[in-house]
């Protein structure tokens, strides 16, 4: 019983803000394979200008709804094999909008282990328990003494077959299970406790060894921590509600009783009512509750994943230090320094490892190799992992460079998030299969620092390190989402098609592993590509293929000027066409905005291509092959601040936004653990989404308000202190790359501002250990 697509994207539309043509099309696009990067960026005509958020919403509610279509038609298909089906089962059947809803109409027609109920059956004790129903002024014990047999020893026995059987028409009765199950998202308590004895190795876990909330507004990230808690055994978690109210008075049972209709109390009614309350407590209680829990787990992860996914989009469009000679060291202290350069194109010059720190102590043959490899190559940039060793790294190279003559390479310190996953990953063994794998994580902290977005590629997302309880969530949804923004991101900026390697070229659209190992074998066998045509040259790329794939793949310099461009290439004669207008020459008129912008638009709109399109043209067109990212900027560390212990309250610093979560942002500072900003400390205003103000990887300038040593926890302010303000508003600086980059020349503030009144211990508290 499968929706067609206009049932479909009528109910998708009102939750993507289109029209459902506008949908129909979408639906159609992406059921033909085509990707959405490829629809949002060249078809808006046929979706009517749906972008890559809209959707990729879309995408997701399709699967769940054809998911929702196909159970659907598999639980008719049951029903009616059992000969159950009614009209009005199947008018409900077809009527509900989720998954719970068709599994609770399901519940009675689901075949099951023979129970309890069933077994009264067999012993004939049915017809007691209709009975009990239908002449309530009757004393239930008068009738079971009919039911007495060698099944059913005595009374007793017969009235409790007569409950099993009540009680699981209750338990089945999808309207009302419904009802409860809204009462108790409305006015459920989440309450976590600490299990006895586990106080101390749980102490990460204090702030809720007895915590109660709403189980309605319970955070996704407080909701996380309690439900690792409970999984590591150290809290007990539990859904209640109505735990004070004594029965029968409790509002969950009076909902039970009218559906039961008890009414005038006479003996079968108080029976009746009992039974009620026993199917609660023994029944629904248990199972509704294991549904909420479900559900806050649910609702807890979709939070966690989108806020790692925004977190990872910003870090993958951090602004690239571009096409220079670079140094990457990742330090060590016993295991020494690696250290590798690389050429403006990311090409390995040379490698060694370096030992300044105990037990050798070779601090000056380190800044002698360093020295003699930084002239020999005209090294500009020093990339320093944020490891251990980083701060006494760095000031190793700050001595080194005091004695260089200017012009010096600048050092900046890099998130080395992810970097030994990619040293040991397949990938690095194919590209440096010679080199040690502690080598290759230097190169790769030197890579992300030229240009993020293309070395981040090659690490599995997950292992970025960007996450809020990212192991507590569902893998493969954190897998899809965090693919559809590398996919995304990638597509955005464009690749170079004769220098990606084969893992940024697997993330264009369209092409996938396969076909990027056969570009790039085609690219050793052949010399760079001269035209995006030549792409169909490469084995298994066909016409399809090209057709998603070439818009976001570039040839600077080609022999088709356009080709460098985002303008696809199926658009090429309309681009002519306004290049001729114009009566110039393509590559003289590509970058004069002035003359295009003079153009109207309209003028060149035909059958094929929309305003939409002709717009993106002459846009793209004044700006060709432009970097949608931020430029290249850098946050400075206080000299003599390296460790917690060294940081005071009131003392002002720069740090980079390293993660962005629910309740505010961490700052690396440069002590090796990263300060919290509580959202309530982040502006001088309400915020209610800390991405509002910050996104990972920019520069700001924070207030240190209080510190943890013991805990490892530093709470920081944004917010203006007598009248003057912390630091330059963080929406307006620029991205720096890799997430957390910075040099250090700055001293402390010589006079700290005065701490801010209060404390931020509420607020540490609910920023968890994170792994």
Known sequence: MAADIKSLAKTISAEVSARPEQVVAAIELLDGGATVPFIARYR??????????????????????????????S??????????????????????????????????????????????????????????????????????????????ADVKAALEGARDIVAEGIAENAELI??????????????????????????????????????????????????????????????????????????????????CEIGD???????????????????????LSLDLMRELRERAEEEAIHVFARNLKDLLLAAPAGSRATMGL?????????????????????????????????????????????????????????????????????????????????????????ASVYSASETAAAEFPQLDVSLRGAVSIARRLQDPLAELVKIEPKSIGVGQYQHDVDQNRLSRSLDAVVEDAVNAVGVDLNTASAPLLARVSGLGRSIADAIVLHRDQNGPFGSRKELLKVARLGQRTFEQAAGFLRIPNGKEPLDSSAVHPEAYGVAK???????????????????????????????????????????????????????????????????????RPGMVLEGTVTNVAAFGAFVDIGVHQDGLVHVSQLADRFVKDPHEVVKAGDVVKVRVVEVDVKRKRIGLSMRRDDGQPAGASPSREPRTPAGAMRHANAKPQAKPAAPQQGSLGAALAEAMKRK
Not at 234 to 254: C, F, G, H, N
Not at 268 to 284: H, I, P, S
Not at 331 to 358: H, N, W
Not at 635 to 642: L, Y
């Open 44 to 73: 808006k005509e046929v979706t009517g200008g749906l972008d890559d958020g809209q959707l990729r919403t879309l995408a997701e509610r399709l699967v769940y709804l054809r998911e929702l279509e196909a159970r659907r038609a």
């Open 75 to 152: 639980i008719i298909d049951s029903v009616s094999g059992q000969g159950k089906m009614t009209d009005e089962l199947m008018a409900k059947l077809t009527k509900v909008t989720t998954k719970a809803e068709l599994e609770d109409l399901y519940l009675p027609y689901k075949p099951k282990r023979r129970t309890r109920a069933e077994i009264a059956r067999e012993r004939g004790l049915g017809p007691l328990a209709e009975a009990i129903l239908a002449d309530r002024s009757a004393d239930p014990a008068k009738l079971a003494e009919g039911y007495v047999t060698e099944d059913v």
């Open 178 to 259: 419904g009802k409860l199950r809204n009462y108790m998202k409305d006015n459920a308590l989440l309450r976590a406790k600490v299990v006895d004895g586990k106080q101390e190795s749980g102490e990460k876990f204090s702030d809720y060894f007895d915590h109660t909330e709403r189980w309605a507004t319970a955070p996704g990230h407080r909701a996380l921590a309690m439900l690792r808690g409970w999984n590591e055994e150290v809290l007990t978690l539990s859904v209640e509600v109505d735990a004070d109210v004594p029965s029968p008075q409790k509002p969950v049972e009076r909902m039970i009783f009218a559906a």
């Open 265 to 287: 109390w006479g003996p079968g009614d108080r029976w009746l009512a009992e039974v009620a309350g026993w199917t609660w407590r023994v029944k629904l209680s248990m199972s």
């Open 330 to 418: 990742d330090p060590g202290i016993r295991t020494g320094v690696k250290v590798a350069v690389v050429d403006g194109t990311g090409k390995l010059l040379a490698t060694t490892t370096v030992y300044p720190f105990p037990p050798k102590n070779d601090v000056r043959g380190t800044q002698t190799e360093l020295a003699s490899l930084v002239r020999k190559h005209n090294v500009e940039l020093i990339a320093i992992g944020n490891g251990t060793g980083s701060r006494e790294t760095e000031r190793l190279v700050a001595d080194m460079l005091a004695g260089l003559p200017a012009p010096k390479p600048t050092k900046v310190i890099v998130s080395e998030a992810g």
């Open 577 to 647: 066409k306004i290049v001729a207008a114009c009566g110039r020459d393509l590559r003289s008129l590509m970058g004069d905005s002035a003359a295009l912008k003079a153009l109207d638009p309209r003028a060149f709109v035909d059958e094929q291509f929309g305003l939409p399109t002709v717009r993106d043209i002459i846009s793209e067109l004044e700006k060709p092959g432009r970097d949608p990212r931020p430029s290249f900027k850098t946050a400075t560390f206080a000299e003599g601040v390296d460790e917690i212990g060294d940081l």
